[in-house]
Nanobody, 124 residues
């Protein structure tokens, strides 16, 4: 399994970006895929996850502003980010695993596969 994240960039506060995570492998439709981010100088944190049954989980900090979705025909998960704030500035990573538990969905170590990061910078 390989994951490739892209779509980051520099935007002004209040604007939107859409990140994409391309999943290479035959198990996409049976995998939970999530997004994590690492702000500068801080620890990695959970952002959102979508399960193979389209169940979604969000961090409180992004709930109502970000939407995670998946397209099984394209083996791709999207993160639509609206109303961006300077505190959303981070390197964003996508991650995947073929096991899922609502108790560990927000824990990075629960995901076996990781993509490279894509930088999102939000200016004030």
């Amino acid at each position: 399994v390989q994951l490739q994240a892209f779509g980051g960039g520099l935007v002004q506060a209040g604007n939107s970006l859409r990140l994409s995570c391309k999943y290479s492998g035959r198990t996409f439709s049976s995998s939970a895929v999530g997004w994590f981010r690492q702000p500068p100088g801080k620890e990695r944190e959970f952002v959102a996850t979508i399960t193979w049954r389209d169940g979604t989980y969000y961090a409180d900090s992004v709930k109502g502003r970000f939407i995670i979705s998946r397209d099984n025909t394209k083996n791709t998960v999207y993160l639509q980010m609206d109303s961006l704030k300077p505190e959303d500035t981070a390197v964003y990573y996508c991650a995947a695993d073929m096991t899922f538990s609502p108790h560990t969905v927000r824990i990075g170590n629960s995901y076996r596969y990781w993509g490279q990061g894509t930088q999102v910078t939000v200016s004030s």
